[in-house]
């Protein structure tokens, strides 16, 4: 049977903290690095670390976004279906990738467009 949509959704929900709190951290040290911004050699070092930090904070905020639209299927009761082709989503798939909102064959399909 492997795992249940419950379980799934408690993890979504604690990946869905744990991203807002990652979130919130990125904000607040953003601001911080903004004040510290002194140290003149240390500029080109800070400017690709703040381009790192912001693309780790896009990809966080990406993911957080699938994550709501995962949780929210569960209220439409549309969880584990596929978006593009109505299927039951592969229960292998959503245990290794719980906010999946297409099957692996769409998956494929929309990566090779
Ligand atoms: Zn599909």
Not at 99 to 105: P, Q, R
């Amino acid at each position: 049977m492997g795992v249940s949509h419950e379980v799934l959704r408690q993890r979504l929900e604690n990946q869905r903290a744990r991203l807002l709190e990652e979130i919130k951290q990125f904000r607040i040290t953003g601001r911080d690095n903004l004040g510290y911004g002194n140290h003149q050699a240390d500029d080109a070092t800070d400017a690709f670390e703040q381009a790192k930090e912001l693309s780790l904070l896009q990809n966080a905020e990406r993911v957080l976004a699938q994550v709501e639209t995962a949780l929210a299927r569960f209220e439409q009761g549309t969880y584990g279906i596929c978006d593009r082709c109505g299927d039951h989503i592969d229960p292998a798939r959503l245990k290794a990738l719980p906010y999946a909102t297409l099957c692996m064959s769409c998956q494929q399909h929309t990566e090779r467009t």
